[in-house]
């Protein structure tokens, strides 16, 4: 069991987070004649940097295997034996305690076949594999070969149209070894995960302190330790019990990992999806005002019912349905939390693995203290009783609840270019939000389930005084020259540019940019200056954080205002739709077909064809002649930034 979940654990964040490079894997083939009846079929399979493809050879129980099969229905030819590699070797891998057999870099792989009608004129076959880095995805793709010389995938012809814009897309980079040796996000990436994991125990602890689960850790920790006179398997019961309701909230995320699989731009799609932002909207609104206490979410007390049926079976199995009883009918305390946690990873960077991050935290946290006071049981003499202010933390969570949801119209707004939710007006609608906070933290107002109040405690008051303080922090927002920046909340609101006041333009600090690559490139050769190339969104919380908290340095911002031309492309403009001349059909390497409709479907796969990115934000130095002048760079601190501009205007005038 042991094993088992702590392999589940490790699998549960090992698949794609949304906004990484997509396509990690090429695949070309050529044909040997051998003799009139037998024929090498070989695949050359080119990798990115860091990514693995596993062998038809790799071990049982663990990533999955290359298949070289005969597509079916087909028929006058077999397969001779198993394909031939080159160049494998053997990897360790933590996650299955086993060595693997992977190729890196490129792989070559000959299939064998012999013909049983010597009149067939074409083979197909279909090539299955994995390819993994920090994630995985799987590669399915049937290849058509042809006996008299020709060779290809199974492919849809688009027109000459689609053929001829998409060759537009493709620019003829030079220096492009330096995309290789780019600066490695995996640091901040990781950082990003921690965070995430941070703010989902934060999540559960918070969830600890409602009514629907506070009052079952004495009751539940008393019924473990209460099991045998040496308490030691009630210890362990307890233990098990909470190491159970971790293994269910990450449960909860797995399905979102195989979106990520189906398609590695989904999360990213999803993120940017003007209609599910509005729905992420409505649904935490929702669940603020349950927390108001105006209506209560549950789920089927049938479900319930039978969990706690099931919980009376004993032993393991028993354990784990009582924790699964206890994430049921906590549900509508927990849901409104885990629906934020949901939302607010799915509409970031990390997609579905800083979900997992985050659900891990929040189980971890609901699960500590039946574990800790199963072992301390006299601690639970030190438990608050339960009582009012149990009722006072949901309503506390059910204005965090909406000051979050308008996140969410916030990104449908920017996205849909409606300019209805202005910084300024996002601003002020938060200050509403907080100063109906702290009237209700001084007893101001009232909710239905609230207890009457003859004193304000410290707590409450401390509380209500920290609020005051964040409506004063975030009050010159609705100027038009604010007194600062709410650097604090960077990537929160929407941009600075996006505002109900004149700007100088419409780009970020006020600085000139293109949005149109092909413009920007006649710019920079008419001033003779180098290019920073930034893959940006509406919707990108790390972009805002660049601008306002790096870019806005007085150095750096100097630099970018008179020696780069800046051009910023909008991965997820997906609600402007580009001229019907400039809409086409891009053929993707797998055989499938984009359709290029919008300014963001445009953007998106110039980044990914040019760059083998997808990821926001991402920045680029070019010469107006399309030379890479150094490494390329991401979410990155202040001191690293500079010095990186810095070193392409070197590379520039050195030229």
């Known amino acids: 069991m042991k094993k088992f979940i702590t392999v589940f654990i490790l699998l549960s964040s090992l698949f794609l987070k949304a906004q990484t490079a997509n396509e990690p894997i090429k695949i070309e083939t050529s044909i040997q004649k051998i003799s009139e009846t037998e024929y090498n079929l070989i695949f050359t399979a080119t990798l990115f940097k860091g990514w693995y493809l596993y062998s038809q050879y790799n071990p049982d129980e663990a990533s999955l295997p290359l298949e070289i099969t005969i ?81 290809s995938k199974e492919e849809i012809s688009i027109d000459e149209k689609s053929t001829n814009l998409t060759k537009k897309l493709k620019l003829n980079l030079k220096n492009t070894s330096l995309l290789k040796n780019s600066t490695d996000s995996g640091t901040e990436s990781s950082n990003g995960l921690f965070s995430i994991f941070l703010l989902g125990f934060v999540g559960g602890l918070l969830a600890l302190l409602t009514p629907c689960v506070f009052p079952m850790i004495p009751l539940t920790v008393s019924f473990f330790t209460k099991q ?29 990992h195989f979106l990520d699989n189906l398609d590695p731009e989904i999360l990213n799609t999803i993120s940017t999806n003007v209609w599910l932002n509005i729905f992420f909207f409505v649904v935490l609104v929702f669940f603020a005002f349950s927390f108001f206490g105006f209506y209560e979410i549950t789920l089927p007390s049938s479900w319930g019912n039978k969990m706690d049926s099931a919980s009376s079976i004993g032993g393991i199995i028993g354990i784990f349905f009582m924790a699964l009883t206890l994430a049921i009918v906590s549900f509508s305390c927990t849901g409104p939390i885990l629906g934020s946690l949901l939302a607010s990873s799915l509409t970031s960077d990390g997609g579905a693995t800083q979900l997992t991050a985050g659900m891990t935290g929040f189980g971890l946290a609901l699960a500590l ?120 909340l960077s990537g929160f609101p929407p941009p600075q540019f996006y505002s109900i006041y004149e700007q100088e333009s419409d780009c970020p600090l006020g600085l000139n940019c293109y949005k149109d690559f092909d413009e920007g490139i006649v710019a920079a050769k008419e001033s003779n200056k180098p290019i920073l190339l930034d893959f940006t969104g509406w919707a990108c919380v790390n972009c805002r954080k660049m601008e306002e908290n790096v870019w806005s340095e007085p150095d750096i911002y100097e630099i970018l205002k008179d020696e780069y031309i800046l051009i910023s492309l909008y991965v997820d403009d997906n609600e402007k739709q580009l001229p019907k001349e400039q809409q086409f059909d891009y053929l993707k390497k797998n055989g499938k077909v984009k359709k290029i409709k919008t300014v963001g479907d445009k953007w998106s796969t110039f980044q990914v064809i040019n760059f083998k990115n997808a990821s926001q934000p991402y920045y680029v130095l070019l010469s107006p002649d399309l030379e890479i002048l150094n490494n390329t760079q991401q979410y990155t601190d202040r001191d690293t930034y500079y010095n990186w501009l810095k070193e392409g205007l070197t590379t520039f005038y050195e030229k």
């Not at 405690?457 to 964040?470: D, E, K, P, Y």
């Open 369 to 488: 203290p039946f574990a800790l006071f199963a072992l301390f049981p006299s601690w639970l003499n030190s438990l608050p009783k339960s009582g009012g202010w149990l009722n006072t933390t949901k309503v506390v969570l059910g204005f965090l609840e909406l000051a979050l949801a308008f996140k969410f119209l916030s990104n449908a707004d920017l996205v849909a270019h409606w300019d209805l939710l202005k910084r300024e007006v996002f601003i002020a609608i938060w200050i509403v939000i907080f100063v109906g906070l702290a009237l209700y933290l001084f007893a101001k107002i009232k909710f239905p389930h609230d207890s009457p109040i003859k004193k304000l405690s410290f707590s409450r008051i401390s509380f209500g005084i920290l609020i005051i303080s964040f409506i004063i922090y975030i009050s010159p927002g609705v100027l038009k020259n604010p007194t600062w920046n709410l650097s604090l």
């Open 228 to 256: 045998s006179i040496n308490n030691k398997k009630g210890v362990f019961n307890a233990i098990l019990y909470g190491i159970f309701i971790v293994f269910i909230y990450i449960l909860l995320s797995l399905p979102f």
């Open 71 to 151: 597509l079916e229905g087909e028929s006058g030819y077999k397969l001779v034996g198993k394909a031939d590699e080159q160049d494998t070797f053997k990897k360790y891998s933590e996650t299955w305690e086993k060595e693997e057999i992977v190729f890196k870099d490129k792989a070559i792989i000959t299939q064998r076949i012999q013909l049983t009608n010597k009149n067939i004129s074409e083979i197909r076959l279909n090539f299955f594999g994995q390819v993994c880095e920090t994630a995985c995805i799987n590669v399915d793709e049937n290849f058509t070969f042809s006996l008299t010389g020709n060779i």
